[in-house]
């Protein structure tokens, strides 16, 4: 293998992992905006969210033809394979991150029209939320096993604030039937922010396994309580 | 490249597209049992889905392995290289499957646990999209481009059946505010179904794109219209 041929391997995956890192970026953009205009709740913000939402696709399908190219063109192994695969993983994980932005977008212009005001909660759930993925990401960049490992463990402390929520929402919902369909879009809402958390966490993951070359082991903190939640109604009826 | 080497590449295509179809049999099954307990409503059934979730994983496990062996030792390239990245995008897809039907599962345990019966459109959706999964693997087993369309336009009708079922939970919501937590579970499930649909649309447009050798460049039709759902509850009240 010639020293030219080594040193453009190095420059594409240079460059692989600058757009992955651009994409971090477009989706801290994202998923800010989106956390934004739930607070205000601004209506021309949530729309920009949308308009935004196909440069997230364009980028990936970037990231999917660069790295097709340098599986073909490089064939890495070891090391480099690991790092092609996980820029890969990590930017199937970022472009669900906007999805998510994108949804709750939609759902706070369906609250605009209604001219109903977001759950507060809604908007702490965001912000932690934003944290984890903008986390991760620096991780990513710095290669940082600790700060990857730290948003791993975070994610249980998402779960808890999710499940208060879902039960504030439900609560609302008994105490005034005409909030029950704007509830539901904010269960949705607090559905998205919690999912966008596991996508972080599928992050840090992945650079955990960059950094110690072994996938991680250790079972993942699973703690989506909502799933068997129902309040005792009985006593209120 | 001598004649060994080739065959035994082919051998590892055959084998991993083997291990595809073996997950996509696990995930009828899955899905299958989510279903039939969604309909019983049967808590041993749900129970057996979540017992086995941990199966789903570890497919999910030896076929990344797989990949990375196939990218690694034969580095492959064209359609070959085309064949083992479909293969790794249909098995994200069917364990993202498995993990829905998991979630059916918990909250059908939810149901069973309150006494309440889930709407009979639940299982309506359940088995179309079940069907779609199906159809999406047996189009991927018979490289059937045709197939794998049809599944990809059927999308739109399930998400017509999934807007007219969300609009149902939201009346038996206002109906009985007793029955809120329990609609909100099933909301929850069939926004997991929905979702099923998704994935097997994904899977379809990766046959398709293995079959045609390019991506399929349509817009894919997106019709989530619960996303701007509110009922009119004034005249109600």
Request: hydrophobic share 20%.
């Given at each position: 293998v010639s020293e030219h041929v080594l040193k453009s391997f190095e420059e594409e995956l240079v460059r692989l992992k600058g757009r992955v890192r651009d994409m971090g970026e477009l989706t801290g953009v994202q998923l800010e905006a989106a956390i934004r205009c739930t607070e205000g709740p601004n209506f021309e913000l949530a729309a920009t969210v949308i308009q935004r939402e196909p440069e997230a696709n364009r980028m990936m399908h970037e990231i999917d033809s660069l790295v097709i190219r340098v599986l073909a063109l490089r064939q890495p192994w070891a090391i480099d394979l690991r790092e092609v695969l996980s820029a890969l993983r990590i930017a199937i994980e970022l472009e669900r991150i906007c999805d998510h932005a994108e949804d709750l977008a939609q759902r706070v212009i369906t609250l605009c029209n209604a001219r109903v005001e977001p759950a507060h909660s809604l908007v702490n759930l965001g912000r932690f939320a934003m944290k984890m993925v903008n986390d991760a990401m620096h991780a990513y960049t710095k290669m940082d096993d600790s700060e990857a490992q730290q948003v791993w463990t975070s994610d249980t402390e998402l779960d808890a604030m999710y499940t208060a929520l879902f039960r504030e929402l439900l609560t609302y919902m008994l105490e005034d039937p005409r909030q029950i369909s704007a509830n539901a879009q904010m269960l949705f809402m607090a559905r998205a922010i919690e999912r966008i958390g596991d996508r972080a966490t599928n992050i840090a993951e992945t650079v955990r396994y960059l950094v110690g070359?072994?996938?991680?082991?250790e079972e993942r903190p699973k703690a989506?309580?909502?799933?068997?939640l129902m309040l005792s109604t009985a006593s209120s009826q």
């Open positions: 070359g072994t996938p991680v082991e989506d309580a909502t799933k068997s």
